[in-house]
């Protein structure tokens, strides 16, 4: 399991921010024994300046009924109310304030982390403390699916996106049933494999895209090199969509991340590479044309969990790696082997 002095590093280059120092400590100097306690800890931390700061602008949408007309008119309830002969209509609009979407999320995570009885009593008392900065006129909203996707389609940037990252983190990490006396509960995010293979695959190419000059990162869809009889049959492809590409004038490396309990499994009592993860590496390197002197190369790359693995291939014609890294091992021998694998 990845530690919590590592997993800060990991979070912060997920979410495509540098780590900074000593933001892992707590007052005493102790650093944290739970995920909640982070994710509480980083919390606070990026929203007292965002506060400090002054809460910037921003749009609600609003639905009521008006004597003008602003923004769209929902005519389904101006007919049924019979408004429009009364020079009325009930009409959807975005008025700008200080109670936007993202500030009530804000301050309804932090009342419900504040009374979670998994972190410190300090941390809680913070973050009491910090709930009476926000203006009276924002109304606490609860962490919902539905919430987090208006609050992203705002595309809220710098502090406020990371504090919209934290938020959602909190929400995977909430348990349905609360204690008996009505706490919420929250569970360790780290033994959730699709919440943890998200993070881990944002982790590696944003690492890649912060800490390395040589190669332009990204994430970019492969075009199938295939002909059909009919046009429209090819949109019947699936998409192939790289985790990580890295592209220099003399080398391109296609690298997947895969956030697997092993690199190997056992069939037959024998071990063996994942089937579906090489065939997926294979067909993404067979429909790449690369430039000219380009050399064109792939990566599978897994925690190490079981077992550290490192084999090497040649195929179709491309050098393969498969490898795991120890996301156990302090952190700069972390970054250390991340930047040797590109080397």
């Known amino acids: ?9 990991l979070l912060s280059y997920a979410w495509n921010r540098l780590p900074e120092r000593h933001a892992l400590l707590t007052a005493d100097g102790q650093d944290f024994e739970r995920p909640v306690e982070l994710l509480g800890h980083l919390l606070l931390l990026h929203l007292r300046r965002y506060l400090r700061a002054g809460l910037p602008p921003a749009y609600q949408e609003r639905e009521a009924e008006l004597p003008e007309l602003r923004g769209r008119v929902l005519l389904a309830p101006s007919l049924t109310r019979n ?79 990371m504090l919209l990252n934290i938020c959602e983190l909190l929400h995977l990490s909430q348990l349905p049933e609360p204690t008996a006396g009505g706490r919420p509960r929250f569970r360790d995010f780290r033994r959730d494999e699709a919440v943890m293979a998200r993070l881990f695959e944002q982790f590696v190419r944003n690492f890649y895209r912060l800490e390395q000059r040589h190669f332009r990162v990204q994430s970019e869809t492969i075009s199938w090199q295939a002909e059909a009889e009919h046009a429209p049959d090819l949109d ?84 393969v790696r498969i490898v795991t890294i120890d996301l156990a091992q302090p952190w700069p021998a972390i970054a250390a082997d991340l930047l040797a694998l590109v080397r």
Request: charged share 20%; with cysteine; net charge positive.
């Open 1 to 9: 399991m990845v530690p919590i002095q590592n997993l800060y590093y």
């Open 83 to 161: 408004l429009l002969p009364r020079g009325r209509a009930v009409c959807r609009y975005d008025e700008l304030g200080y109670d936007g979407l993202l500030h009530g999320l804000l301050l309804g995570t932090v009342r419900e982390l504040g009374r979670t009885a998994r972190i410190p009593g300090s941390l809680r008392e913070e973050l009491r403390r910090v709930q009476r900065q926000f203006p009276a006129d924002i109304m606490p909203l609860q962490l919902t699916n539905d919430t987090l996707r208006q609050a992203r389609r705002q595309r809220p940037t710098g502090t406020g996106a």
């Open 236 to 319: 019947l492809l699936p998409s192939m969509i790289t985790d990580t590409s890295l592209e220099a004038p003399d080398r391109k490396i296609i690298l997947d991340t895969k956030y697997y309990a092993a690199a190997l499994r056992t069939r037959y009592d024998q071990q063996r590479l994942i089937a579906p993860h090489l065939y997926q590496l294979y067909a993404y390197l067979q429909n790449q044309r690369p430039l000219p002197g380009q050399q064109l190369e792939g990566v599978l790359l897994y925690p190490a969990a079981e077992q550290a693995v490192d084999l090497r291939y040649t195929l179709g014609g491309h050098p």
